[in-house]
């Protein structure tokens, strides 16, 4: 019965959608390319998937012949720098790499990513901008969300509050709290409100809210929309974070993070969502 079928979740591209998807592909490797960046492709298998995401549910996982678990690869940011780093720390001292290749979670979905890495980087600006660029180069203007992890985890830490209330489906009940700083700060969306975010505040959050207006003034991009308090899916971001959506579908996401003891930047495009949309 299922000699014909594919998966649910799996990708099958032919004919037009294959074309379109190499052409995506080759215009952003030639964006990447003359920024300096060159290119990796990491193993399928990792032994450090748990370390990624939060639902480690989601993982596809098999043992190594010394049965030592083993996933599928379900992000590669992660990866890339610790390769780099750890493999092949003697071999190049290229800080900045980008990569085309799938994504897979339980129990059968794949997900084709086009994404960067930039090691020993902070300059989260930039990594927008280049954000930025790419979607521009693509004719398409979706709307830029960022936000900043260490406020929610400093509003959780002044009103002694989970982090699982800052998800999309229950954030709207911390109205219920009926605190008149924590009702300005979720309806935050503009570079003004933010500005009267900052003064309303305790001051505790003043410092990470003031972080978040100067990355916002750097970025040249203009569909901008500001979420202090949203609170994104992977584990590794620590700082700030930012999606570009479009009908409702994450054509990309990045932030800063921290592996190895590295402080790194890098954003992901997600080639089926931004296929769609194009």
């Given amino acids: 019965m299922l000699e014909h079928e594919i998966p649910k979740g799996s990708r099958l591209y032919f004919g037009k959608k294959a074309k379109q998807k190499r052409d995506l592909e080759y215009i952003v490797s030639e964006i990447f390319f003359n920024e300096k960046f060159e290119e990796i492709l990491t193993p399928y298998?990792?032994?450090?998937?748990?370390?990624?995401?939060?639902?480690?549910?989601?993982?596809?996982?098999?043992?190594?012949?010394?049965?030592?678990?083993?996933?599928?690869?379900?992000?590669?940011?992660?990866?890339?720098?610790?390769?780099?780093?750890?493999?092949?720390?003697?071999?190049?001292?290229?800080?900045?790499?980008?990569?085309?290749?799938?994504?897979?979670?339980?129990?059968?979905?794949e997900r084709y990513q086009i994404g960067c890495e930039c090691i020993e980087d902070d300059n989260i600006s930039n990594i927008i901008n280049?954000?930025?660029?790419?979607?521009?180069?693509?004719?398409?203007?979706?709307?830029?969300?960022?936000?900043?992890?260490?406020?929610?985890?400093?509003?959780?830490?002044?009103?002694?509050?989970?982090?699982?209330?800052?998800?999309?489906?229950?954030?709207?009940?911390?109205?219920?709290?009926?605190?008149?700083?924590?009702?300005?700060?979720?309806?935050?969306?503009?570079?003004?409100?933010?500005?009267?975010?900052?003064?309303?505040?305790?001051?505790?959050?003043k410092e990470e809210l003031i972080k978040l207006e100067k990355v916002v003034t750097n970025i040249k991009y203009k569909n901008i929309s500001i979420a202090p308090l949203y609170n994104g899916s992977m584990k590794y971001y620590d700082d700030i974070y930012y999606r570009f959506i479009s009908s409702n579908l994450v054509l990309s996401n990045g932030g800063s993070y921290k592996t190895e003891g590295v402080k790194s930047l890098g954003f992901a495009l997600y080639t089926d969502n931004l296929l769609e949309v194009l």
């Fill in 45 to 109: 298998f990792s032994y450090f998937e748990d370390k990624i995401i939060n639902d480690s549910n989601q993982l596809i996982k098999i043992s190594d012949e010394d049965n030592n678990q083993l996933s599928l690869r379900s992000d590669s940011s992660l990866d890339v720098v610790r390769i780099i780093t750890k493999r092949l720390g003697r071999t190049t001292k290229h800080k900045k790499w980008f990569y085309i290749q799938p994504i897979f979670s339980y129990p059968s979905y």
């Fill in 130 to 205: 280049l954000t930025s660029k790419i979607v521009e180069k693509l004719n398409i203007s979706p709307l830029l969300q960022i936000s900043n992890i260490n406020i929610v985890k400093l509003v959780c830490n002044e009103l002694n509050l989970d982090i699982d209330l800052f998800t999309n489906s229950k954030i709207s009940t911390l109205f219920d709290l009926n605190i008149n700083w924590l009702n300005i700060l979720l309806r935050v969306n503009s570079i003004d409100e933010l500005k009267e975010a900052i003064v309303e505040v305790p001051i505790s959050l």
